[in-house]
């Protein structure tokens, strides 16, 4: 995992080069935004997906952790093409940081200078390669995801992610791919970087943002999707019984794209193996991501159209 270059506050530095100070506010406190992006191998050169709503995600997460970003978003925008091109990487995965940075030791923060580092990497299947065809085996983790008035889960914030580490680590421990957290009033929320979709008798569910949920850019994705393929889409509070008898479930996030889950605690989730709602999304979701199909939806930014000088 590593490229050449990276992107720091407008200027390029050799990846083993682009270092922080240990005052950095964000080491301590976790006083960072985030974002997760792609970056396809399209029949037309790569391209990145949906790069306007993740940039945008993090201009809303920084609004809310109160962290200036001394850049426009179309400067971020153009930063993330640049990063990529310059590492001459095709199919990667793409990191945008800003950070609360080296200053003075204290909680509040706000004194400290605003970092925004950018790097980009070769990147496979999040949750292994046959995830994606066979399913993962997942549990309801004992950790709940952050209740509304202690977090903010609509923010990709660095300091949250401690409530995904827990839930993935003990995910892990136990044996599992990965964990579904409960919500603060015991219904279904997210995974621990995933947004969860539940299939009954044809019809298609998935938490709103009352459970807690970051608003997934997959998410979206999937949902204008199914709603394309003529699917009823239920925006609903889940128990996580349902998760028990449901026919289908799968989880969408940028790195896990879209992933069928196979069993929760164990117990299988319809006949074990990918259901035909799954499958649609799935074909649908790569057939525009590998730039098969016209991208009617806009989503893809292609670098050979965009990048300076190219
Ligand atoms: C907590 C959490 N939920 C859901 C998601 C999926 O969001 P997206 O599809 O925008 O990557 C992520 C990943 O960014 C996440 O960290």
Known sequence: MQSDWIWHNGEFVAWDDCKVHVTTHALHYGSSVFEGVRCYATERGPAVFRLQAHTHRLFNSAKIARIEIPFSEDDINQAILDTVNKNGLGACYIRPLAFRGAGPIGVEGRKNPTDVVLFAFEWGRYLGAEAIEQGVDVQVSSWRRIAPDTFASMAKIGGQYVNSQFITMEAHDNGFTEGIALDYNGNVSEGAG????????????????????????????ALALLKDLGYEVRHEAISRDMLYIADEIFFTGTAAEITPVRSVDRIKVGSGSRGPITKAVQDAFFDVTSGRVPDKYGWLTSLKETVAGD
Do not use: W
Not at 200 to 213: C, K, R
């Open 194 to 221: 995933e947004n969860i979709f539940v299939i009954s008798n044809g019809v298609v569910y998935t938490p709103g943002l009352a459970s807690s949920i970051l608003l997934g850019i997959t998410r979206d994705s």
